[in-house]
């Protein structure tokens, strides 16, 4: 299995516009999960999903943000209007169950100017 | 709410010398513990987990980490660090349940530098 992939793997957008990340998770794993790391905050979790349906959103910082998995092999956060204080770096996990460990991808480094 | 304490920003050790990186944490029931390391400009890499069973944990790269439960500790260990060992760990945790979905929380990280 080629991982969790992520693309873009670089994002520069303009402040305002809509900026649509992307996730591949490992084939087979129930869980995916979105987090943000920031130099200031370290790694923050976003939302989290279990069989395709969103469980726990709290770390979601704006209604700007939202995600998506629409089905088992795929998923999306999308941040629309974009400002310059979304830029950092946003991962995506999977994991194939409970008592298992999280396998990153490479990331998707985001700026906004 | 779970939380994790790595309290060192930094860890400096000659290569050959023993290694360690401390965690605690915090949890009201009983814990899973993760390591991971992070290179620069690269996702997160698993390093070893507790779960259940024997508190001293071995993982890759020669690393190991022992469960503390009553210092409610998981320090990460190498009796010989490598330069490229150099990297940012980050220790985790997450509260067993049988029930419901537990958050992973992750620490600060600290960064590990291993001089030649």
């Known amino acids: 299995d080629a991982g969790v992939i992520q693309s873009p793997r670089h994002e520069v957008t303009e402040m305002g516009q809509e900026v649509t990340l992307r996730c591949k998770p490992i084939?087979?794993?129930?869980?995916l999960f979105w987090y943000r790391q920031t130099m200031m905050r370290g790694l923050e979790l976003l939302i989290y999903?279990?069989?395709?349906?969103?469980?726990?959103d709290s770390g979601m910082p704006e209604d700007r943000f939202s995600a998506k998995m629409p089905n088992a092999s795929f998923s999306t956060l999308k941040i629309q209007p974009s400002e310059p204080r979304d830029s950092a770096v946003y991962f995506c996990?999977?994991?194939?169950?409970?008592?298992?460990?999280?396998?990153f991808g490479q990331g998707t480094r985001l700026t906004v100017v | 709410a779970q939380s994790v304490a790595q309290p060192e920003d930094q860890v400096n050790v000659a290569e050959g010398n023993p290694l360690t990186v401390k965690c605690t944490y915090s949890?009201?029931?009983?814990?899973?513990l993760f390591w991971y390391v992070q290179y620069p400009n690269r996702g997160l890499q698993f390093l070893l987990k507790?779960?259940?069973?024997?508190?001293l944990v071995k993982g890759s790269y020669g690393f190991e980490a022992e469960f503390n439960k009553s210092q409610t500790s998981f320090h990460l260990k190498k009796p010989s660090a490598l330069v490229s060992d150099s990297a940012l760990y980050f220790c985790?945790?997450?509260?067993?349940?049988?029930?419901?979905?537990?958050?992973?929380?992750f620490g600060t990280g600290t960064r590990l530098l291993v001089s030649p």
């Open positions: 996990a999977s994991r194939p169950g409970t008592n298992t460990e999280a396998f």
């Open positions: 949890v009201s029931g009983n814990p899973y």
């Open positions: 985790a945790v997450r509260e067993r349940a049988d029930t419901g979905f537990q958050k992973l929380v």
């Open positions: 999903f279990n069989n395709n349906v969103p469980i726990d």
């Open positions: 507790y779960i259940t069973g024997d508190n």
């Open positions: 084939s087979g794993h129930d869980y």
